[in-house]
């Protein structure tokens, strides 16, 4: 039973991990939020019941996401922390209940606002000026994108506040106006649609270029004030911040109790559709600042917020055909084209279907109404069809046989339940995995987009990885092509040329070796330091590795037995791309960090970064929270709940200095 347990977590641990990979590093929603919560809460409520299989590196204990290399790295002063949620009533009533508990006969109100669908953001003022604008990041650590963000006409760039430090956080946006621009555009230009307001406001914000930010109008509402020692309410001072020229909510209004609360709560979903911009949900809050220390936080969120989530919006409309779409793995996704439908704010006419097992079991069949689910603002899901006497009449549906793309017959890969095309000819194939090899994860080599890669493989300039790193003798081609030009290709090369150096587990990432993903990539290069190294491992040895397993060890054996992947390995030698782990320092030895746990809090000298890489080039383990497992704790100023925490459990607690004593 208890080995059940501890797989069940896992599973979900590993789920959650991917869709969490997706969002914060590609800009991608894979599933809605429902489904997102629903996973999150069960497995919140296994690690609670059995805490036992509670660990540092579980999602439960982090807050947010990851970094682009190319913004640098700021150390918010307080942690920028997320909210618990709310799903209905009784989790709002369960809320005020604790609160109640907390607080005993002290009076209190509650703020409710709408819950912006952006992307966080925190604006430090510097003597009246803006100084620094830093995104969540992963609640500790944001990025600097104090640029970017100065394009945004609704941000003040001076305020007036001459004091050292003043800090206001809010939630970047863009209205649905503008988001139906942008995507207009992008569709005449043949590019990637953003899938919605949110992905497109994330992925504008993380632009090297401002001038594409100035473009795309982004919006900010303020949603919080730092500095809130000289107020009383949050109200008093978002009416403040207003007058600072910040745009604070208009639909933002105290409740005197919990049953006022659900009252204003139905007020803002009935305006929804109407709105100007996106919300998923609303955001209530103890008004009162004095009673925030009382209520208190736990490592992931303040105690005296929640964020009440909308329900998943459901339509019926017309399923007009079923279409199958192939991945970089061969991966069969059948989709559903749809008589457009407007849901959630926006017009769709397509949801996904998943694969073939989830339309014969929902006995789905072209030309019947069905029930359709979109929560989060993303691609919307099919999740029933209604049986009426149209539906009786409707043939069968009959799953694929052959690629789309290839025409090759499909197959089945125990224990999967999905298709696959496993033709090496397959031309989807070759440019989805060519397009995962030059993403930001793997290679990040820019401006190798999809639509390039398309035309280069048409070409016949790139058939696999090897040939991205022959562009170069095709430069005068290259040159030709339209919309390319010289100053193009000279960047597009440059960038490839600087990617031949990267580190072995980006490279063992971008290959596209099915269940290996960037940290099981991290794990095998750091551990084995060179890709001859990996190709020689037995599936034995790799499925005993810690966090690897044996899914994971068969697909990389299997993977090195193709001839062909072996030879393209040996041309990448050839070429002198780096297939070596390159740490991101120097690394050592030392008995008293060594294979010991850390964790870092509080604010510090240098970035949490720094002593991150720092620690792990001495062999440490560098966890996210406090454990009875930790053995250090790295405090800096205002350590929080996790200096409480290790004080508890007796964890050693050292500062910067005690720590370069310990490496000396």
Same mark, same amino acid.
């Given at each position: 039973?208890?080995?059940?347990?501890?797989?069940?977590?896992?599973?979900?641990?590993?789920?959650?991990?991917?869709?969490?990979?997706?969002?914060?590093?590609?800009?991608?929603?894979?599933?809605?939020?429902?489904?997102?919560?629903?996973?999150?809460?069960?497995?919140?409520?296994?690690?609670?019941?059995?805490?036992?299989?509670?660990?540092?590196?579980?999602?439960?204990?982090?807050?947010?996401?990851?970094?682009?290399?190319?913004?640098?790295?700021?150390?918010?002063?307080?942690?920028?922390?997320?909210?618990?949620?709310?799903?209905?009533?009784?989790?709002?009533?369960?809320?005020?209940?604790?609160?109640?508990?907390?607080?005993?006969?002290?009076?209190?109100?509650?703020?409710?606002?709408?819950?912006?669908?952006?992307?966080?953001?925190?604006?430090?003022?510097?003597?009246?000026?803006?100084?620094?604008?830093?995104?969540?990041?992963?609640?500790?650590?944001?990025?600097?994108?104090?640029?970017?963000?100065?394009?945004?006409?609704?941000?003040?760039?001076?305020?007036?506040?001459?004091?050292?430090?003043?800090?206001?956080?809010?939630?970047?946006?863009?209205?649905? +106006?503008?988001?139906?621009?942008?995507?207009?555009?992008?569709?005449?230009?043949?590019?990637?649609?953003?899938?919605?307001?949110?992905?497109?406001?994330?992925?504008?914000?993380?632009?090297?270029?401002?001038?594409?930010?100035?473009?795309?109008?982004?919006?900010?509402?303020?949603?919080?004030?730092?500095?809130?020692?000289?107020?009383?309410?949050?109200?008093?001072?978002?009416?403040?911040?207003?007058?600072?020229?910040?745009?604070?909510?208009?639909?933002?209004?105290?409740?005197?109790?919990?049953?006022?609360?659900?009252?204003?709560?139905?007020?803002?979903?009935?305006?929804?559709?109407?709105?100007?911009?996106?919300?998923?949900?609303?955001?209530?809050?103890?008004?009162?600042?004095?009673?925030?220390?009382?209520?208190?936080?736990?490592?992931?969120?303040?105690?005296?917020?929640?964020?009440?989530?909308?329900?998943?919006?459901?339509?019926?409309?017309?399923?007009?055909?079923?279409?199958?779409?192939?991945?970089?793995?061969?991966?069969?996704?059948?989709?559903?084209?749809?008589?457009?439908?407007?849901?959630?704010?926006?017009?769709?006419?397509?949801?996904?279907?998943?694969?073939?097992?989830?339309?014969?079991?929902?006995?789905?069949?072209?030309?019947?109404?069905?029930?359709?689910?979109?929560?989060?603002?993303?691609?919307?899901?099919?999740?029933?069809?209604?049986?009426?006497?149209?539906?009786?009449?409707?043939?069968?549906?009959?799953? $694929?046989?052959?690629?789309?793309?290839? +025409?090759?017959?499909?197959?089945?890969?125990?224990?999967?339940?999905?298709?696959?095309?496993?033709?090496?000819?397959?031309?989807?194939?070759?440019?989805?995995?060519?397009?995962?090899?030059?993403?930001?994860?793997?290679?990040?080599?820019?401006?190798? $987009?999809?639509?390039?890669?398309?035309?280069?493989?048409?070409?016949?300039?790139?058939?696999?990885?090897?040939?991205?790193?022959?562009?170069?003798?095709?430069?005068?081609?290259?040159?030709?092509?339209?919309?390319?030009?010289?100053?193009?290709?000279?960047?597009?090369? $440059?960038?490839?040329?600087? $990617?031949? +150096?990267?580190?072995?587990?980006?490279?063992?990432?971008?290959?596209?070796?099915?269940?290996?993903?960037?940290?099981?990539?991290?794990?095998?290069?750091?551990?084995?330091?060179?890709?001859?190294?990996?190709?020689?491992?037995?599936?034995?040895?790799?499925?005993?590795?810690?966090?690897?397993?044996?899914?994971?060890?068969?697909?990389?054996?299997?993977?090195?037995?193709?001839?062909?992947?072996?030879?393209?390995?040996?041309?990448?030698?050839?070429?002198?791309?780096?297939?070596?782990?390159?740490?991101?320092?120097?690394?050592?030895? +030392?008995?008293?960090?060594?294979?010991?746990?850390?964790?870092?809090?509080?604010?510090?000298?240098?970035?949490?970064?720094?002593?991150?890489?720092?620690?792990?080039?001495?062999?440490?383990?560098?966890?996210?929270?406090?454990?009875?497992?930790?053995?250090?704790?790295?405090?800096?100023?205002?350590?929080?709940?996790?200096?409480?925490?290790?004080?508890?459990?007796?964890?050693?607690?050292?500062?910067?200095?005690?720590?370069?004593?310990?490496?000396?």
């Amino acid at each position: 039973m208890s080995e059940k347990i501890k797989l069940k977590i896992n599973e979900l641990k590993q789920k959650i991990n991917e869709w969490n990979l997706s969002y914060y590093e590609q800009q991608i929603s894979p599933v809605d939020d429902s489904e997102f919560d629903k996973t999150l809460s069960e497995l919140i409520l296994l690690e609670t019941e059995f805490p036992q299989y509670l660990t540092s590196d579980s999602p439960t204990q982090k807050v947010g996401g990851s970094f682009d290399l190319n913004f640098n790295k700021y150390t918010h002063k307080t942690p920028m922390l997320s909210l618990s949620n709310a799903f209905n009533e009784d989790d709002l009533k369960t809320f005020d209940n604790q609160i109640k508990k907390e607080l005993g006969n002290k009076k209190y109100t509650y703020f409710v606002e709408p819950k912006i669908d952006g992307l966080s953001i925190s604006l430090i003022y510097k003597n009246t000026k803006l100084h620094k604008a830093i995104t969540r990041g992963d609640g500790v650590v944001g990025e600097d994108v104090s640029q970017n963000v100065k394009m945004i006409t609704s941000i003040p760039k001076t305020i007036a506040d001459n004091s050292d430090y003043f800090e206001v956080r809010g939630e970047v946006y863009l209205s649905k +106006n503008e988001f139906e621009r942008i995507n207009s555009e992008r569709f005449r230009q043949g590019e990637k649609l953003f899938a919605n307001p949110r992905n497109a406001a994330a992925g504008t914000l993380r632009q090297l270029d401002s001038q594409i930010v100035k473009e795309r109008n982004l919006d900010a509402w303020i949603y919080f004030l730092m500095n809130k020692e000289n107020f009383t309410t949050h109200q008093s001072s978002l009416e403040a911040l207003s007058g600072f020229g910040f745009m604070v909510n208009p639909l933002g209004t105290q409740a005197n109790d919990i049953n006022g609360v659900i009252e204003v709560i139905k007020s803002i979903s009935n305006q929804r559709e109407d709105l100007e911009y996106e919300i998923d949900g609303i955001v209530i809050k103890v008004n009162e600042f004095d009673h925030y220390d009382s209520i208190g936080y736990t490592s992931k969120f303040p105690k005296w917020a929640i964020a009440y989530k909308f329900p998943a919006e459901i339509k019926t409309t017309k399923l007009l055909d079923i279409f199958p779409t192939i991945g970089r793995t061969g991966k069969v996704t059948y989709n559903a084209k749809l008589k457009p439908v407007k849901l959630a704010g926006t017009t769709v006419g397509a949801a996904t279907l998943h694969n073939a097992s989830f339309i014969i079991d929902r006995e789905v069949r072209i030309g019947s109404d069905v029930r359709v689910k979109k929560a989060g603002d993303i691609i919307p899901e099919v999740i029933s069809v209604i049986k009426d006497e149209k539906y009786e009449t409707l043939p069968v549906w009959v799953e $694929s046989t052959n690629c789309p793309d290839c +025409n090759s017959e499909l197959q089945r890969i125990e224990p999967e339940v999905d298709q696959f095309c496993v033709s090496d000819n397959c031309v989807r194939r070759i440019i989805r995995g060519l397009e995962h090899f030059v993403s930001r994860d793997a290679q990040n080599i820019e401006g190798l $987009s999809i639509k390039l890669i398309e035309k280069f493989h048409e070409k016949k300039y790139v058939n696999n990885v090897a040939d991205i790193f022959k562009l170069s003798n095709h430069k005068s081609e290259l040159i030709k092509l339209d919309k390319m030009g010289e100053r193009s290709v000279d960047n597009l090369l $440059s960038s490839i040329d600087s $990617s031949k +150096n990267k580190s072995l587990e980006k490279l063992l990432f971008g290959l596209g070796i099915r269940h290996v993903g960037k940290k099981s990539a991290f794990i095998l290069s750091k551990k084995y330091r060179t890709m001859d190294s990996i190709m020689l491992l037995s599936e034995i040895e790799l499925s005993e590795i810690r966090d690897i397993g044996p899914t994971v060890a068969k697909s990389v054996c299997d993977w090195f037995k193709v001839e062909k992947n072996i030879s393209m390995i040996n041309e990448l030698k050839s070429m002198n791309i780096n297939l070596e782990y390159k740490p991101a320092m120097e690394e050592k030895t +030392n008995e008293q960090i060594t294979h010991r746990t850390f964790v870092i809090t509080g604010t510090l000298s240098k970035s949490r970064n720094y002593y991150k890489d720092l620690l792990i080039s001495y062999g440490a383990n560098v966890a996210n929270s406090v454990s009875k497992n930790t053995d250090y704790l790295l405090a800096g100023e205002e350590a929080g709940s996790k200096l409480d925490k290790a004080t508890k459990l007796g964890v050693r607690i050292i500062n910067e200095e005690e720590l370069f004593n310990i490496i000396n």
